[in-house]
T-cell receptor, first 114, second 114 residues
Framework: GQQVMQIPQYQHVQEGEDFTTYCNSS?????IQWYKQRPGGHPVFLIQ?????EVKKQKRLTFQFGEAKKNSSLHITATQTTDVGTYFC??????????????FGSGTQLTVLP | DADVTQTPRNRITKTGKRIMLECSQT?????MYWYRQDPGLGLQLIYY???????NKGEISDGYSVSRQAQAKFSLSLESAIPNQTALYFC?????????????FGPGTRLTVL
């Protein structure tokens, strides 16, 4: 079945440092979504990328979808303590009867040290 | 997201007991999902429903059942709880109509099976 893998699993950074998490799929994705889960909270949608090579920015966050549409990355510039949480990527399940389920990556847990 | 509510928020039960987790939404979305989250394993889909008469198994449905009582309500049951079902359970909704839908998560139910 389809696998969506994220690395690293954990990342500790000093406040002000940059952070990147990578997402790789075993199959080509029609699109990819990113979610953030704060400690003790629930996943919250951040963004969806659809086009090959697409790059989108949200303030200090930059999201990229690979040319082959099998990988994606999230880069945070100058991390702040508010960035703490687990970041998940998610893509359509290849084996579903309808391409409307999501397969989630295992997530990257970001800790920002003040 | 306050539009998606889950009850109870925390539950401790014993092996062999029947447990029902409830999810309600006021977003008017057709699609509803149940996920399980274990540390380091991301979100795994248990069941999903695209409308009241359409219920489908996800990747880890064994030991679980669901009921879609109305568009706004989707319940998850553990017929005979076992300790390895101890996890954080999330309900989610999506609007439908798009190739892949953004998902809106409830606050979660933390279940402990002793």
């Amino acid at each position: 079945g389809q696998q969506v893998m994220q690395i690293p699993q954990y990342q500790h950074v000093q406040e002000g440092e940059d952070f990147t998490t990578y997402c790789n799929s075993s199959t080509t994705l029609s699109n990819i979504q990113w979610y953030k889960q704060r400690p003790g909270g629930h996943p919250v949608f951040l963004i969806q990328l659809v086009k090959s090579g697409e790059v989108k920015k949200q303030k200090r966050l930059t999201f990229q979808f690979g040319e082959a549409k099998k990988n994606s990355s999230l880069h945070i510039t100058a991390t702040q303590t508010t960035d703490v949480g687990t970041y998940f990527c998610a893509g359509p399940a290849a084996t579903s009867g309808s391409a409307r389920q999501l397969t989630f990556g295992s997530g990257t847990q970001l800790t920002v040290l003040p | 997201d306050a539009d998606v509510t889950q009850t109870p928020r925390n539950r401790i039960t014993k092996t062999g007991k029947r447990i029902m987790l409830e999810c309600s939404q006021t977003k008017g979305h057709d699609r509803m999902y149940w996920y399980r989250q274990d540390p380091g394993l991301g979100l795994q889909l248990i069941y999903y429903s695209f409308d009241v008469k359409d219920i489908n198994k996800g990747e880890i449905s064994d030991g679980y059942s669901v009921s879609r009582q109305a568009q706004a309500k989707f319940s998850l049951s553990l017929e005979s709880a076992i300790p390895n079902q101890t996890a954080l359970y999330f309900c989610a909704t999506s609007v439908g109509g798009a190739r892949t839908d953004t998902q809106y998560f409830g606050p979660g139910t933390r279940l402990t099976v002793l």
